[in-house]
Nanobody
Framework: QMQLVESGGGSVQAGGSLRLSCAKSGYIYSSYCLAWVRQAPGKEREGVATIRSDGSTRYTDSVKGRFTVSQDNAKIIVYLQMNSLNPEDTAMYYC???????????????WGQGTQVTVSS
């Protein structure tokens, strides 16, 4: 069975950086995108980034220029480098296997457990 495990969350001051990791295990079809989504209390779940196996990426407008999604050469670990963090980035961050490369929860084939990111003013 496929599994996704996030790590790298923590608490940082505004303007700081964090790098999240998503480790894949089990069989995940190489055609699936890896999606990063986040959810803050009282807010709807929001797509953050996606990466395809060919390395192509997309981002939600609020993180463009600040966040970068990438993967290792073996495509076992996907990273989310987060720079210039602000309090609005505070959320639980999840990675998900997305067969349609969408941010739609209904489309996700697998979820990680999430990792908390907290950004203080």
């Amino acid at each position: 069975q496929m599994q996704l495990v996030e790590s790298g969350g923590g608490s940082v001051q505004a303007g700081g950086s964090l790098r999240l990791s998503c480790a894949k295990s089990g069989y995940i079809y190489s055609s699936y995108c890896l999606a990063w989504v986040r959810q803050a209390p009282g807010k709807e779940r929001e797509g953050v980034a996606t990466i395809r196996s060919d390395g192509s990426t997309r981002y939600t407008d609020s993180v463009k220029g600040r966040f970068t999604v990438s993967q290792d050469n073996a495509k076992i670990i996907v990273y989310l480098q987060m720079n210039s963090l602000n309090p609005e980035d505070t959320a639980m961050y999840y990675c998900a296997a997305s067969p349609l490369c969408s941010w739609r929860q209904e489309d996700f084939a697998s979820w990680g457990q999430g990792t908390q990111v907290t950004v203080s003013s």
